[in-house]
């Protein structure tokens, strides 16, 4: 539609009225097909979009002023801006789906506040007493450590980058609770779970280590952190470590830590920088736990998978079983060790190029798992997500 505005005695209006065919001239709306090209359902899939891509179309677009509707319903979608990178403008759009085998639907991106307030289902915090940074999705909870835990006099001097698995069996975020009951508290099951993991000087369940020469060389805590992203359907966290002698190596590394609603496995993303190399081996390792656990891989299809599974902790109301993995691509796959006191996945790393996997766990008493097969069931589904994304297109205007 085109509109001519001619200025005299018609001019007030004549611009009313060019205000208007302006007005109309935009495109109401953003309509976007998302497919599941798997013959499988996919619960909680996030639908990620470019901002730039729905500014282009959308330009009244802002961030306090966005919301997507099911096309063929009209509901309203959890919805989510993120900025990827930290640099105060964003990067994506997210939206929470649920598709069943094959399927095809389509949303409305509109240019208007959302009506409802989304109910969070994942989250990212700094605790500040102890300088852990955690995260969290409606189904299990992690933490790292950082260096202001050796200033801390109340707890242990711990030296680790191990990661920490706090197992829950309630499906609202606990990480505020939790930190606010105090240290001894979250180590006892109230009926919500707990942390009935070990860490200690160890990868715990799923931290990562430079592998040179058959020996594991770890960084220690992380040195700074930043936090992308609080929900409330995902959360980003950045942890920066401080470079590290690896067997007369110089290391350092930056991880990013992605955690998406309904999940039990969060993204990891390793940059590492080594010094007078461009390449470097590391693993991603799981603590063998006193009451023992038993290691299980599976290398077909085009994501491998590593797994722990083995009884809770028996201390502080600990009870069922608690499995762990990784998932990363079974091209990247360099090996598995298994050592005295940890089971490995080895891959190889470019220097200053990301390097990608998936870390998590499964509790029992969540309620999803009954039996090591459920979990590695699991691990087989994220696999065939991984290797079949959504396919998304933003359809023309019309």
């Known amino acids: 539609m085109r509109c001519m505005l001619t200025p005299g005695w018609v001019g007030s209006w004549l611009l009313a009225l060019g205000m208007a065919c302006s007005a109309v001239a935009q495109p ?3 309509t976007v097909r998302v497919e599941n090209p798997l013959a499988e359902a996919r619960p909680d899939e996030v639908v990620a979009v470019s901002w730039a891509a729905l500014r282009e179309r959308l330009p009244g677009l802002a961030a306090g002023q966005v919301r997507v509707r099911e096309a063929a319903t009209g509901r309203e979608m959890t919805a989510q801006v993120v900025d990827e990178d930290g640099d105060g403008a964003p990067d994506a759009l997210l939206w929470l789906v649920h598709l069943w085998p094959e399927e095809v639907r389509h949303y409305a991106v509109e240019a208007a506040a959302p009506e409802q307030t989304p109910v969070a289902r994942a989250y990212a915090r700094h605790d500040e007493e102890r300088d852990d940074v955690a995260w969290e999705s409606d189904r299990i909870a992690f933490r790292a450590y950082g260096q202001g ?7 242990e001097p711990l030296v680790s980058n191990g990661i920490d698995v706090w197992p829950k069996r309630v499906r609202d975020l606990v990480l505020e609770r939790w930190y606010a009951l105090g240290h001894d508290a979250y180590h006892v099951d109230r009926g919500e779970g707990a942390d009935f993991f070990s860490v200690g000087p160890s990868l715990g369940g799923g931290g990562t280590a430079v592998w040179h020469a058959g020996r594991m060389y770890p960084a220690r805590n992380f ?3 930043r936090i992308l992203a609080r929900g409330p359907i995902r959360a980003i966290v950045e942890l920066v470590y401080e470079p590290w002698d690896a067997g007369g190596m110089t290391v350092s590394e930056v991880k990013r830590i992605t955690i998406d609603a309904g999940q039990h496995l969060f993204r990891a993303e390793s940059v590492y920088a ?13 603590v063998k736990r006193p009451e023992g656990v038993v290691g299980a891989m599976r290398r077909e ?3 491998a998978w590593l797994s722990t599974w083995g009884p809770v902790e028996r201390k502080n109301g600990g009870h069922g079983h608690l499995g762990t993995a990784v998932l990363m691509p079974a091209a990247r796959l360099a090996g598995v060790h298994e050592t005295e006191d940890h089971y490995l996945a080895q891959a190889r790393a470019r220097s200053g190029e990301p390097a990608v996997h998936y870390v998590g766990a499964g509790w029992t008493a969540s309620g999803d798992f009954d039996r090591v097969e459920d979990w ?6 994220f696999g065939l ?9 933003l359809l023309p205007s019309e």
């Not at 835990?149 to 707890?155: D, E, I, K, M, R």
């Not at 590695?376 to 589904?381: P, T």
Request: charged letters at 15%.
């Open 28 to 30: 109401a709306a953003v």
């Open 274 to 286: 080594a010094e007078g190399a461009d390449s470097l081996s590391f693993v991603v390792g799981f």
């Open 385 to 393: 997500r991984l290797a079949a994304p959504l396919r998304i297109t």
């Open 376 to 381: 590695w069931a699991y691990l087989d589904a």
């Open 223 to 225: 040195a700074a952190y």
């Open 301 to 303: 299809g085009d994501w």
């Open 149 to 155: 835990l050796w200033q801390a006099s109340a707890y």
